[in-house]
């Protein structure tokens, strides 16, 4: 027999163990390839729309954890608008709606004649005309899910706006989401006079870190960042992240523990054959080797299977119901690799302990255990 063969053979003697190892490895993979998928996605959303919206620099209130609960003088654009280097500036204001029997989507508010509203890309009906304020953009997503056409009425809480056109854009969230008047979200809403962020363009881009500064200083109660910096410095994906690497952490550490325990339970009940390949001329750093390659094994082929758990959990999730428009998947092959290759180091590291504890062994000793 094989020098790699005869690990296989160790682990196919003990099935029940090895398979039972080998899922514990996958179900975590599978939460990391979750958990990672779904904070790429909701990042990724984000940084999508507002590329799409034309928006160079996002001011929002100062330490919000929460993007939709802030609170903002919609009359503080103006004096933004006022800072040398800025083109215009457009208040918004977001909330997360529920309705037509529990459909859930976000709602943006735009001002009538703002910037933001020539970046719609129709593809059925029209835009708001101008002092209507009883009208809604749909996403295409959301209008075919809905089965809404130009002309219908949307059951939004407090009021029922008409249809007036269906709107394309790139991602799941903005396909899914709602775009009315200002006037009109915040009397929904119970919110006059009130948005939850600025987006501003600025007369240069390439100027847009000079913009931002002076933005800054002008305006301490507000955090101004590029749209390429709204993921990573905003409190509510941030929290996201650091919750899917904590519950990614400790599946690994389970995962990790699962492993040493099985190859260590092996290397115990292989005593007197240890033993004989030491007296057979077997070196150390073979023997060493041979526990190794059975960890190898056991974290690859839990990674595997973990992968594909995990992608198809997120297919799963993502076409929830109750999910649709609000979260997506954001997966690429390099994340999966490296999802791959942590998940078979686990298992290296998993048997490090047991390859030790097996070359150790007095040959005498090993012989002569019962």
């Keep these: 027999m094989r020098f790699w063969t005869l690990a296989i053979h160790n682990l196919r003697r003990r099935p029940l163990r090895s398979v039972l190892t080998v899922l514990g490895i996958a179900m975590a993979v599978a939460c990391l390839v979750v958990l990672l998928g779904l904070s790429r996605g909701l990042e990724q959303a984000w940084l999508t729309n507002l590329h799409a919206r034309g928006t160079h620099l996002l001011a929002i209130q100062k330490g919000t954890v929460d993007l939709m609960a802030a609170s903002l003088d919609a ?4 004096q933004l608008g006022r800072v040398e280097g800025v083109q215009t500036v457009a208040g918004s204001l977001a909330e997360l709606l529920s309705f037509e029997e529990d459909f859930n989507a976000i709602a943006e508010g735009w001002p009538e004649g703002c910037y933001l509203w020539k970046s719609v890309q129709l593809v059925q009906g029209r835009l708001p005309g101008a002092g209507e304020t009883n009208a809604v953009l749909l996403g295409q997503s959301a209008a075919e899910t809905l089965r809404k056409r130009p002309g219908d009425s949307l059951k939004l809480w407090g009021g029922t706006p008409v249809v007036v ?3 394309r854009t790139s991602g799941v969230l903005g ?8 006037a009109e979200l915040q009397r929904l809403q119970q919110r006059p006079g009130k948005v939850t962020a600025f987006h501003v363009r600025v007369n240069r881009p390439e100027e847009t870190a000079a913009v931002q500064a002076r933005l800054q200083t002008a305006f301490p109660s507000l955090s101004v960042m590029p749209t390429e910096s709204v993921a990573e410095n905003n409190q ?10 904590s519950f990614s952490v400790v599946a690994g550490v389970i995962a990790l523990v699962v492993v040493l325990n099985t190859l260590l339970m092996s290397v115990i009940e292989q005593t007197r054959e240890i033993g004989i390949l030491s007296a057979v001329g077997w070196q150390t750093g073979r023997i060493m080797a041979l526990i190794l390659w059975e960890g190898l094994l056991l974290g690859f082929l839990g990674a595997l299977i973990g992968l594909g758990i995990g992608v198809g959990g997120l297919e799963g999730l993502t076409s929830l119901p109750r999910m649709q428009g609000l979260i997506e998947a954001e997966m690429s092959v390099q994340l999966l690799g490296e999802v791959l290759l942590t998940a078979t180091l686990l298992g290296v590291l998993g048997s490090l302990y047991p390859a030790w504890r097996a070359a150790r062994l007095d040959p005498v000793e090993a012989l002569q255990y019962e």
């Excluded at 009359?75 to 103006?78: A, D, K, N, R, V």
């Excluded at 509510?236 to 690497?245: E, P, Q, S, T, V």
């Design 75 to 78: 009359g503080l654009g103006e």
């Design 165 to 167: 056109g269906v709107f």
């Design 175 to 182: 396909n899914n989401s709602l775009i009315l008047p200002l």
């Design 236 to 245: 509510m994906l941030r929290l996201i992240r650091a919750i899917a690497w």
